[in-house]
């Protein structure tokens, strides 16, 4: 790392390979995911997505013991879904009788794009589209709004019906 985060290479460097033989723990997840994060995984270009996390205090539909339920709900889901998440291999599916659109953001080290890119050229389905967000990394939707909707609406609501 350019900036010699010595906490970081320690802690990264503990996981060894990754995902590696050793078995994919939460903690080990989120570790990865921490660093990627702070380093701009998640937000491109910036260590910290507040941004994000606190948009849903602007909601006026939300009561501060609500918003605290966001927080709980997620702790308690991750070690219940995480296991399930672990031992699927979507990879042989390739065959959709829907549209397959994927927005993808170049700098997203959160859920990295390349195999979800070598995946879609293998599909087959009425349309498929990837869109990239240059500027973006694991919340295009927020980093690039605008290109956001008109990309959501230029390639799903022809399939609508409306």
């Given at each position: 790392?350019?900036?010699?985060?010595?906490e970081a290479i320690a802690q990264l460097?503990?996981?060894?390979?990754?995902?590696?033989p050793n078995p994919l723990t939460i903690d080990r997840i989120v570790t990865c995911r921490r660093w990627a994060q702070y380093y701009g995984g998640l937000?491109?270009?910036?260590?910290?997505?507040?941004?994000?996390?606190?948009?849903q205090e602007l909601s006026p539909y939300y009561t501060a013991d609500e918003l605290q339920l966001i927080v709980t709900g997620q702790q308690v889901t991750m070690p219940q879904v995480v296991p399930q998440l672990l031992g699927?291999?979507?990879r042989e599916m390739t065959s959709f009788d829907v549209p397959i659109v994927q927005f993808l953001g170049r700098h997203d080290y959160t859920t990295p794009?390349?195999?979800?890119?070598?995946w879609i050229e293998s599909v087959?389905?009425?349309s498929k589209d990837v869109v990239w967000f240059e500027n973006s990394a694991h919340l295009?939707?927020?980093e690039e709004q605008g290109k956001f909707v008109v990309s959501l609406a230029a390639l799903l609501l022809p399939h609508s019906g409306a």
């Open positions: 790392m350019a900036d010699e985060n010595e460097r503990a996981l060894g390979d990754y995902p590696g937000s491109a270009h910036r260590s910290d997505f507040a941004y994000f996390t606190e948009s699927f291999d979507g794009t390349a195999p979800v890119a070598r087959t389905a009425p295009c939707m927020f």
